[in-house]
């Protein structure tokens, strides 16, 4: 098959378990040619992927996106705002030349640019969007969903990946998608922390108070000082504690790996509240919400003793490629 996988530009979640996903289409034959920007654009190339052209005409939706992130708060303000849309309409116009019938299959994750259609395999790991904005914010949540839910009635399939089960029946789930390669390095313990935000600079500043409270015990990779940031598990597999936020992608390695973790939530980001509500009370995790005075020194020693128990996660990419080819020879 000749498949078009768009990931999201945002943060680097979507995108290393697009590329585990895509690792398994390719061992079957089929080929991808990819759609993206920013850092997961960044990303895609240092794995040497084949890019579509319309790549570089793209602009990031998660640059736009972490500017409405401040001081550890969810807090998008009207210029935000405008300038996330601006970005998304300039994406959305861009995307309308695509030639569909190219294409056995067009893979999207969270790729809300593109118009779906019958061939589009839409990945997501949220049902709907939520908030505590106002009365202004909370209609315009109200109307995202309404759209949300109508671009998903024109694909082929939906997919949900998230931590836990779905509630809603519009999704096929098979479980979670696994990182990078899908393969965890071996574990170690070189007594450090290692303190990583994840595929964004929203917390930078927030990583630079917990990198000056830690001190020498600690590594902390970011996208202004580390070469391969993008990669942590190296350095995530010697650690004897990861510090980090509550995305997608974090959340699985930790778990797969047993790293005790303090993980950071920001206020009012539904997704990572959501994320982090399954670490809750677990021995060998502390969720603590970001810029709130967490005294890490204290946390990471009360975690030290105790055995991590992490939610238990299940990596579907075979499931989801069986599941692809099956769709496609039906309507074929």
Same mark, same amino acid.
Not at 3 to 25: N, P, Q
Not at 230 to 237: C, I, K, S, Y
């Given at each position: 098959?000749?498949?078009?996988?768009?990931?999201?530009?945002?943060?680097?979640?979507?995108?290393?378990? +697009?590329?585990?996903?895509?690792?398994?289409?390719?061992k079957?034959?089929?080929?991808?040619?990819?759609?993206?920007?920013?850092?997961?654009?960044?990303?895609?190339?240092?794995?040497?992927?084949?890019?579509?052209?319309?790549? #570089?005409?793209?602009?990031?939706?998660?640059?736009?996106?972490?500017?409405?992130?401040?001081?550890?708060?969810?807090?998008?303000?009207?210029?935000?705002?405008?300038?996330?849309?601006?970005?998304?309409?300039? #994406?959305?116009?861009?995307?309308?030349e695509?030639?569909?019938?190219?294409? +056995?299959?067009?893979?999207?994750?969270?790729?809300?640019e593109?118009?779906?259609?019958?061939?589009?395999?839409?990945?997501?790991?949220?049902?709907?969007?939520?908030?505590?904005?106002?009365?202004?914010?909370?209609?315009?949540?109200?109307?995202?969903?309404?759209?949300? #839910? =109508?671009?998903?009635?024109?694909?082929?399939?939906?997919y949900?990946?998230?931590?836990?089960?779905?509630?809603?029946?519009?999704?096929?789930?098979?479980?979670?998608?696994y990182?990078?390669?899908?393969?965890?390095?071996e574990?170690?313990?070189? #007594?450090?922390?290692?303190?990583?935000?994840?595929?964004?600079?929203?917390?930078? +500043?927030?990583?630079?108070?917990?990198?000056?409270?830690?001190?020498?015990?600690?590594?902390?990779? =970011?996208?202004?000082?580390?070469?391969?940031w993008?990669?942590?598990?190296?350095?995530?597999?010697n650690?004897?504690?990861v510090?980090?936020?509550?995305?997608?992608?974090?959340?699985?390695? &930790?778990?797969?790996?047993?790293?005790?973790?303090?993980?950071?939530?920001?206020?009012?980001?539904f997704e990572?509240e =959501?994320?982090?509500? &399954?670490?809750?009370?677990?021995?060998?995790?502390?969720?603590?919400?970001?810029?709130?005075?967490?005294?890490?020194?204290?946390?990471?020693?009360?975690?030290?003793?105790?055995?991590?128990?992490?939610?238990?996660?299940? +990596?579907?990419?075979?499931?989801?490629?069986?599941?692809?080819?099956?769709?496609?020879?039906?309507?074929?």
């Open positions: 098959m000749k498949i078009l996988y768009i990931s999201s530009s945002v943060g680097l979640g979507h995108v290393t378990r +697009d590329y585990r996903l895509a690792l398994e289409l390719k079957r034959g089929h080929s991808l040619t990819w759609i993206s920007s920013g850092v997961a654009l960044d990303y895609l190339k240092s794995r040497g992927e084949n890019l579509h052209p319309m790549s #570089n005409e793209l602009k990031s939706l998660g640059d736009q996106f972490e500017k409405f992130f401040k001081a550890g708060r969810l807090a998008p303000s009207v210029k935000n705002l405008t300038g996330l849309y601006r970005a998304y309409s300039h #994406n959305r116009k861009k995307m309308s695509i030639k569909s019938e190219d294409y +056995d299959a067009i893979i999207s994750d969270e790729g809300w593109f118009s779906g259609n019958s061939k589009t395999f839409f990945i997501t790991d949220f049902e709907g969007f939520s908030g505590k904005f106002g009365s202004v914010g909370n209609f315009l949540i109200k109307r995202l969903n309404g759209w949300y #839910n =109508s671009a998903m009635a024109r694909n082929a399939v939906n949900y990946v998230g931590l836990i089960r779905p509630t809603s029946k519009n999704f096929r789930y098979f479980g979670q998608l990182t990078h390669e899908g393969k965890y390095p574990v170690g313990d070189k #007594n450090y922390a290692l303190i990583t935000m994840g595929g964004t600079k929203a917390a930078m +500043d927030i990583a630079e108070k917990i990198k000056l409270q830690l001190g020498a015990s600690s590594v902390f990779q =970011s996208p202004q000082g580390s070469e391969r993008f990669d942590p598990l190296p350095a995530m597999a650690a004897s504690v510090v980090c936020m509550a995305g997608y992608g974090t959340l699985i390695e &930790i778990s797969v790996m047993k790293k005790r973790a303090i993980i950071n939530v920001p206020f009012n980001d990572q =959501s994320n982090a509500a &399954i670490f809750m009370g677990r021995k060998g995790y502390r969720v603590v919400y970001m810029n709130m005075g967490t005294d890490y020194r204290r946390a990471i020693e009360e975690i030290a003793g105790e055995e991590p128990d992490p939610p238990s996660f299940r +990596d579907s990419a075979a499931d989801l490629a069986d599941d692809i080819e099956r769709t496609i020879k039906g309507t074929s």
